[in-house]
């Protein structure tokens, strides 16, 4: 057996083989990356473009311009949008999105990027669908009615507090009565600040009680070289499918599976080269501190690699996570495989500008 | 102050409450009397959770809602990490939507409150 190697900081021991470098590159995780498309063309994140609405969509894109004003794609560049819910937008409600889910929850995501020393760009599209997303607030009865109750509370101490003690102050009797928000009146108001310190503290114990919910998911991306940003002649690169499923285990527990399969040309022989990864993993803790159970097997044309580890990860600050994982990994070879332990730290700093 | 025109001899006015971008809310909507502060009818109170009990048919006859004011408090929360809201008060007559008085933004806040209201005139 090998001597476990420690890696420090996210910094991983050169495999010292081909076969153990292969089944590195083959270890593809299954779960679905948040916008497909990135993970095949990998954009810098301070040029994705995340709009939520056809507003924030057209005020980004008036900034794709050269120093005539005239319109410019940038050399790098990357979006992710929800078209559907984009597209009704203002006038989707709660309940025609809690009929529909799934349509809302659509996403499609595309990058493009140009490579500087041969004018070649990589264009890439996914598409990603959520037909079970127990985490999704908007779809969850329990969040629903929970934070309807506290907006009823605040509705009640508003509507009292602008319309007068008496509870009745016509808004042409009103001084100032504007549409718009009501502003200091309420915001300022004791109980009305009370209540929304219950709202945040509502959503946020929603979002902690979310890492371990059940969900259904599945995603497709293809990656091509193409001759310009638009993707015109495009040369087929790599495609890739994903499917994963997550069920929950009370409030402390989650069992996963996933299924990924990619097709990649090979740069050097132009032949397509197939690989399928299948996993399985348990966790158990909460959304801060958590251990699990991951393993994986990928199969290619030539090797099937296997691994399986134990692992923690930990919160330390809002910016930084711990990750520590102790671990099997077959190489691919007729060896027995190797031990592999490995301690990263992940940040979290905010780096898009949102428009 | 907006005005919603309306048919004197048309049918009864309805009054809807909507929230955009599918986020939760609660409202009250309000009719007031001419100049004054009486009410026309009761408040109504109502919340998002189904959007089929969110119409209401303003009492009377049509001709009588001259001169009066029509007002929705409409209170709404994005969820964490959003901030975009949209709100609006819709009146009808005959099904046919007269006019829509709203107001869209983006918040950091918890909540927000929006006062909508507009004057009914034949």
């Given at each position: 057996?090998?001597?476990?190697?420690?890696?420090?900081?996210?910094?991983?021991?050169?495999?010292?083989?081909a076969?153990?470098?292969?089944?590195?590159?083959?270890?593809?995780?299954?779960?679905i990356?948040?916008?497909?498309?990135?993970?095949?063309?990998?954009?810098?994140?301070?040029?994705?473009?995340?709009?939520?609405?056809?507003?924030?969509?057209?005020?980004?894109?008036?900034?794709?311009?050269d120093?005539?004003?005239?319109?410019?794609?940038?050399?790098?560049?990357?979006?992710?949008?929800?078209?559907?819910?984009?597209?009704?937008?203002?006038?989707?409600?709660?309940?025609?999105?809690?009929?529909?889910?799934?349509?809302?929850?659509?996403?499609?995501?595309?990058?493009?990027k140009?490579?500087?020393?041969?004018?070649?760009?990589?264009?890439?599209?996914?598409?990603?669908?959520?037909?079970?997303?127990?985490?999704?607030?908007?779809?969850?009865?329990?969040?629903?009615?929970?934070?309807?109750?506290?907006l009823?509370?605040?509705?009640?101490?508003?509507v009292?507090?602008v319309?007068?003690?008496?509870?009745?102050?016509?808004?042409?009797?009103?001084?100032?009565?504007?549409?718009?928000p009501?502003?200091?009146?309420?915001?300022?108001?004791?109980?009305?600040?009370t209540?929304?310190?219950?709202?945040?503290?509502?959503?946020?114990?929603?979002?902690?009680?979310?890492?371990?919910?059940?969900?259904?998911?599945?995603?497709?991306?293809?990656?091509?070289?193409a001759?310009?940003?638009?993707?015109?002649?495009?040369e087929?690169?790599?495609?890739?499918?994903?499917?994963?499923?997550?069920?929950?285990?009370?409030?402390?527990?989650?069992?996963?599976?996933?299924?990924?399969?990619?097709?990649?040309r090979?740069?050097?022989?132009?032949?397509?080269?197939?690989?399928?990864?299948?996993?399985?993993?348990?966790?158990?803790?909460?959304?801060?501190?958590?251990?699990f159970?991951?393993?994986?097997?990928?199969?290619?044309?030539?090797?099937?690699?296997?691994?399986?580890?134990?692992?923690?990860?930990?919160?330390?600050?809002?910016?930084?996570?711990?990750?520590l994982?102790?671990?099997?990994?077959s190489?691919?070879?007729?060896?027995?495989?190797?031990?592999?332990?490995?301690?990263?730290?992940?940040?979290?700093?905010?780096?898009?500008?949102?428009? | 102050?907006?005005?919603?025109?309306?048919?004197?001899?048309?049918?009864?006015?309805?009054?809807?409450?909507?929230?955009?971008f599918?986020?939760?809310?609660?409202?009250?909507?309000?009719?007031?009397?001419?100049?004054?502060?009486?009410?026309?009818?009761?408040d109504?109170?109502?919340?998002?959770?189904?959007?089929?009990?969110?119409?209401?048919?303003?009492?009377?006859?049509?001709?009588?809602?001259?001169?009066?004011?029509?007002?929705?408090?409409?209170?709404?929360?994005?969820p964490?990490?959003?901030?975009?809201?949209?709100?609006?008060?819709?009146?009808?007559?005959?099904?046919?939507?007269?006019?829509?008085?709203?107001?869209?933004?983006?918040?950091?806040?918890?909540?927000?409150?929006?006062?909508?209201?507009?004057?009914?005139?034949?």
């Amino acid at each position: 057996m090998n001597a476990p190697r420690v890696v420090l900081v996210g910094i991983l021991c050169a495999a010292s083989s081909a076969a153990a470098q292969n089944a590195q590159d083959m270890a593809v995780r299954y779960a679905i990356p948040a916008s497909p498309a990135f993970k095949l063309v990998s954009v810098n994140e301070t040029a994705i473009l995340r709009p939520a609405s056809f507003q924030q969509l057209t005020t980004a894109l008036s900034n794709f311009t050269d120093k005539k004003q005239a319109f410019q794609l940038p050399r790098e560049w990357g979006i992710e949008v929800a078209p559907v819910f984009m597209a009704k937008g203002r006038h989707l409600s709660a309940s025609d999105y809690q009929q529909h889910p799934t349509l809302y929850r659509f996403r499609i995501s595309a990058a493009v990027k140009r490579s500087e020393s041969n004018g070649v760009n990589d264009v890439a599209l996914g598409f990603r669908f959520s037909p079970v997303d127990k985490s999704d607030p908007r779809s969850n009865p329990d969040y629903v009615s929970g934070i309807t109750a506290l907006l009823t509370r605040v509705n009640q101490i508003c509507v009292a507090r602008v319309t007068g003690p008496d509870g009745s102050r016509n808004p042409e009797l009103r001084p100032n009565a504007t549409v718009g928000p009501v502003g200091a009146v309420c915001d300022n108001d004791p109980a009305i600040v009370t209540l929304n310190k219950q709202i945040k503290a509502f959503k946020d114990a929603w979002a902690d009680s979310s890492w371990n919910k059940s969900q259904v998911q599945f995603a497709f991306a293809a990656h091509a070289h193409a001759s310009d940003s638009l993707g015109r002649d495009p040369e087929f690169a790599s495609a890739v499918g994903w499917f994963s499923a997550a069920k929950s285990i009370g409030t402390w527990g989650q069992f996963t599976g996933g299924l990924n399969v990619t097709a990649k040309r090979d740069t050097l022989d132009r032949q397509n080269r197939t690989t399928a990864t299948g996993g399985v993993g348990f966790y158990t803790g909460s959304s801060k501190y958590k251990a699990f159970f991951e393993s994986e097997i990928a199969r290619d044309d030539t090797v099937t690699v296997g691994s399986a580890k134990l692992g923690a990860e930990f919160f330390l600050t809002e910016q930084f996570w711990g990750h520590l994982t102790v671990g099997w990994q077959s190489t691919g070879t007729d060896d027995k495989g190797r031990l592999v332990t490995r301690l990263t730290l992940s940040t979290n700093f905010p780096l898009k500008v949102t428009p | 102050m907006e005005t919603i025109q309306f048919k004197r001899d048309g049918g009864p006015l309805f009054a809807e409450v909507r929230s955009g971008f599918g986020h939760p809310g609660s409202y009250t909507l309000i009719l007031w009397e001419k100049a004054s502060n009486a009410k026309a009818m009761q408040d109504k109170v109502g919340n998002f959770m189904n959007t089929n009990d969110d119409w209401y048919e303003l009492p009377g006859k049509a001709a009588e809602h001259d001169g009066r004011i029509v007002e929705a408090f409409v209170t709404v929360a994005p969820p964490r990490g959003e901030k975009e809201y949209f709100v609006a008060l819709r009146v009808s007559q005959d099904d046919i939507l007269l006019r829509e008085i709203s107001f869209s933004g983006s918040t950091d806040m918890q909540s927000i409150t929006i006062d909508l209201f507009a004057r009914l005139a034949v």
